[in-house]
């Protein structure tokens, strides 16, 4: 309870200054874009009714469908006010305000289970359309301090792995519009493949009075909050911006996705526009679609998931890595990094009932220090990986492989997931 007292009262504070910062650099924060939400044009059409949906898993089936009823009916009267008035088509009010409502009435009018399960749930739906508003204001962040990017030192250690988004992206080329209309509505769509795998996850809580020990919406949101502080550590825009057309004026050459840049042995940190996030490395993109593959592998009891979950988990990745790579918006190093953050951090929350034993601690380490090693070797040794990019290209591979092999040792593994602790044990017996 204590930690949560401190959350609730750090969540305003925090928007708050981010508000702040937003006025005073002259772009939106994120009480603006909230305000927008509730009265105005939601900048968003999918994360809040994302967030709406995930408020439901905890409130019985007819006040679901009372929940739903009333946020479509708010959505249509609005849509239709701004189409008359001249205005863009946007829905999303409705599942703002009755995401809001469905919190009031939950705490001020219902008790015991009921209550503490629809709280939770409309917390779970409130942080994650919040923590959208955070990024945004994070990514103008990165640009305000970070003038300079590093992507003449990426470019050379992504020759290690045979210069990846050159090569999808020259395929996408090929394959034409219709592929490419598929993989970007995978790419900005992340938030829906993530509520299907969550409610899923959380469907059995009205039923059973039970939340899973860990489910999808944990790792989503503990990434969003380490992995964008890697952004001003290590800067970087891509390479449809650094070395293509995109790069307002600020590009070395319009080079993607037809040609490989020239090699430039000596890198340097190279300025940049005051428009383009710094917001590559890691890919945040490869990471939470890494954890809706990895939690669609099984159920929260441990069991098989059902085959339809498991192909959908399975797709959401294999699209997300070629959108990443084939859009020219990030370098092949990225993905490894993103991906060996997300088994990092999955490994931290999986399965709390089994404690912090040296299971956890060598997994959670290890994914640290690789982490660590990758970025210092992207920003010192990217010549010699370009160097000796077979020899670069294989250890960066084998430290990430290895990893995920550790992962499923631990996690996947025999009946780890299935079989009951010894305080499991100890819990049931009282």
């Known amino acids: 309870m204590v930690w949560v007292a401190v959350g609730v009262a750090a969540v305003p504070v925090l928007l708050i200054v981010l508000q702040v910062v937003a006025m005073r650099e002259g772009f939106q924060g994120p009480l603006g874009s909230l305000w927008q939400d509730y009265v105005g044009t939601p900048k968003s059409m999918s994360v809040p009714w994302a967030g709406l949906v995930l408020a439901l898993v905890g409130i019985s089936m007819r006040h679901r469908l009372i929940a739903l009823g009333v946020a479509i009916s708010i959505d249509v009267v609005l849509a239709g006010i701004r189409l008359l008035a001249g205005a863009p088509f946007a829905i999303g009010n409705g599942a703002v305000i009755v995401l809001t409502a469905l919190a009031a009435i939950a705490w001020l009018r219902w008790d015991g289970i009921q209550r503490r399960n629809a709280l939770h749930a409309a917390a779970l739906g409130a942080l994650l359309i919040l923590a959208t508003k955070v990024g945004d204001v994070w990514l103008h962040v990165t640009v305000l301090s970070r003038p300079t990017v590093f992507d003449e030192y990426v470019l050379l250690a992504d020759h290690a792995l045979g210069d990846p988004s050159w090569v999808v992206g020259r395929v996408l080329d090929v394959l034409g519009p219709a592929v490419y209309a598929v993989l970007h509505w995978v790419y900005i769509e992340l938030p829906v493949a993530a509520i299907v795998v969550a409610v899923w996850q959380l469907r059995r809580v009205v039923s059973t009075g039970r939340w899973p020990t860990h489910y999808l919406v944990r790792t989503f949101l503990v990434l969003g909050l380490v ?149 210092l070797s992207y920003r010192y040794l990217p010549a010699s990986m370009a160097e000796y990019p077979v020899l670069a290209g294989t250890v960066v591979l084998a430290l990430l492989a290895g990893l995920a092999a550790a992962f499923h040792a631990t996690w996947f593994a025999g009946a780890h997931d299935t079989a009951p602790t010894q305080h499991e044990v100890k819990t049931a017996a009282r």
């Open 227 to 375: 992995g964008p502080i890697v952004y001003v550590i290590f800067p970087v825009v891509g390479p449809m911006f650094a070395f293509g057309a995109d790069g307002h004026g600020m590009q070395l050459g319009n080079y993607w996705p037809s040609v490989v840049p020239p090699l430039d042995r000596n890198p340097a940190p190279m300025p940049f526009d005051t428009v383009t996030p710094r917001n590559c490395m890691p890919s945040m993109h490869t990471a939470w679609a890494l954890s809706v593959f990895l939690h669609t592998r099984r159920d929260t009891d441990g069991s098989q998931a059902p085959t339809w979950i498991r192909w959908g988990g399975t797709f959401w990745l294999l699209a997300t890595l070629t959108a990443t790579l084939g859009f020219g918006y990030h370098y092949g190093v990225d993905l490894v990094a993103g991906a060996v953050l997300c088994l990092t951090v999955e490994s931290a929350l999986r399965a709390p009932e089994r404690g912090w034993g040296w299971f956890r601690i060598r997994l959670v380490a290890s994914g640290v220090v690789i982490l660590a090693v990758l970025l």
